[in-house]
């Protein structure tokens, strides 16, 4: 059933629609390689609950701009992997699952220049990449709207968690700038909305390259209707054009701290985000490195795909490379 406590609604599934939802994502797992409308079928029958609550929050019918599902399976599981593209879970139906809620609320999706345009990533810590900011370290990672740089920025965004760290208090950290944004003055809000501001390329998208990385504006960081805003922030790669800049990005920064919910995942949590209008980060954790550290699951979903991306695209769900858009959108 749905329910909202502590300004997180969310649904918890009985353990009939686990089953059931384990049984249609084993047959969605086989279908990663084909065009969403092959798996459409599915989506019907998935728990009419489950399916509901999702496109109510898809559609911003809810209480909140994350959602959380709580009960789904996660069966018996390897080793936390210890390094990069292990691809442990290659054939797992938890793929399966990530695809069914990506499709229902738009079209899973990857990207050409990340991960090699993997569709489902692994978040788990890497030995030496501790201090890294992304999801192989262990350190805290402040607030970001994932893919910052990006002209087709996810829509929405999904953490399954399949194991927790040893201690269960490394959390998800969820800050909405619809709820930051009265903390502000109307004049650094202005300074927000003006496109001064520029992301440098998340280290995810520049991993094999030398260089100093590439940047993308100017851009806004707060764009959107007054009363319906939307965000394009990473505290770690969006810069100012001047000091006065800065310093609004750095109110910001303290308003979506002010606002901040943290969300410890246990197994079996999905937590599905609004790209658009929620920024999240995590709080840092001690890794052991022996086989049992945390291990999530993430997904990006879009709900519109334009038509010249998608003639542009070498497989029917990875968008093209940056270099191979850069400029056009």
């Not at 409308?37 to 489950?50: A, N, R």
């Not at 738009?106 to 890294?132: I, N, T």
Request: include cysteine.
């Amino acid at each position: 059933m749905t329910t909202t406590a502590q300004g997180v609604t969310s649904y918890h599934l009985t353990e009939a629609e686990a089953t059931k939802t384990r049984e249609l994502s084993a047959l969605a797992g086989r279908l990663s390689n084909s065009l969403p409308i092959v798996i459409s079928g599915l989506l019907l029958d998935l728990p009419e609950g489950m399916r509901n609550s999702l496109l109510n929050f898809g559609a911003e019918n809810g209480a909140s701009d994350y959602f959380m599902l709580r009960g789904l399976m996660v069966d018996d599981l390897p080793e936390t992997p210890a390094v990069h593209g292990m691809s442990a879970l290659d054939d797992h139906f938890t793929n399966g699952t990530l695809m069914l809620v990506a499709d229902l609320l738009g079209s899973l999706m990857g990207y050409q220049d990340e991960k090699s345009g993997a569709l489902f990533h692994d978040v788990h810590p890497v030995r030496g990449e501790e201090h890294h900011i992304e999801n192989s370290g262990s350190v805290a990672f402040d607030f970001h709207t994932e893919n910052v740089h990006h002209p087709l920025r996810p829509d929405f965004l999904g953490l399954l968690c399949l194991r927790q760290d040893h201690e269960a208090i490394a959390a998800t950290r969820l800050s909405s700038v619809r709820d930051a944004l009265p903390l502000l003055t109307e004049g650094q809000v202005a300074e927000l909305r003006k496109p001064q501001f520029h992301s440098l390329y998340p280290t995810s998208f520049t991993r094999n390259t030398e260089g100093p990385r590439p940047s993308s504006g100017p851009h806004p960081v707060i764009f959107g209707p007054v009363d319906r805003p939307f965000i394009r922030f990473n505290s770690h790669n969006t810069r100012a054009a001047d000091a006065g800049g800065e310093h609004v990005l750095r109110a910001l920064t303290e308003a979506l701290e002010s606002v901040c919910r943290d969300l410890v995942l246990a197994p079996g949590d999905l937590v599905v985000l609004d790209n658009h209008v929620v920024v999240h980060g995590r709080s840092a954790f001690q890794p052991r490195y022996d086989g049992r550290d945390r291990w999530l699951r993430r997904f990006y979903s879009l709900r519109s795909t334009p038509l010249w991306a998608q003639r542009m695209m070498r497989h029917p769900r990875v968008l093209p490379a940056m270099a191979d858009i850069r400029g056009v959108a």
